[in-house]
Nanobody
Framework: QVQLVESGGGLVVPGGSLRLSCAAS????????MNWYRQAPGKARELVAAITTTGVGTNYVDSVKGRFTISRDNAKNTMYLQMNSLKPDDTAVYYC??????????WGQGTQVTVSS
């Protein structure tokens, strides 16, 4: 079965950095666009970043452009989100997501990121 397992969240001071990982299994990882979403308390879940199958194509929500970098290692079935210059507004639960054709949407359990002094 499809499994997405996030790790790397935690508490960081404003201006700090974190690197999130998403370990994937149960599907052809290298054949699917992968996404990072986040959901802050009281807010809707939003797409933060996306990466195409080869990693050449990436897309970011405006609020994280220039600060976050999405990447993937298809040999390790793992996706990453490098987050720099973190702000309190980045505080949220971050989710790994994939849409697999003919199978549907899959989500990880989420990892909490808290940016606070």
């Amino acid at each position: 079965q499809v499994q997405l397992v996030e790790s790397g969240g935690g508490l960081v001071v404003p201006g700090g950095s974190l690197r999130l990982s998403c370990a994937a299994s149960g599907f052809a990882f290298g054949s699917n666009t992968m996404n990072w979403y986040r959901q802050a308390p009281g807010k809707a879940r939003e797409l933060v970043a996306a990466i195409t199958t080869t990693g050449v194509g990436t897309n970011y929500v405006d609020s994280v452009k220039g600060r976050f970098t999405i990447s993937r290692d298809n040999a390790k079935n793992t996706m990453y989100l490098q987050m720099n210059s973190l702000k309190p507004d980045d505080t949220a639960v971050y989710y790994c997501h994939v849409y697999i054709r003919f199978r549907g949407d899959y989500w990880g359990q989420g990892t909490q990121v808290t940016v606070s002094s």
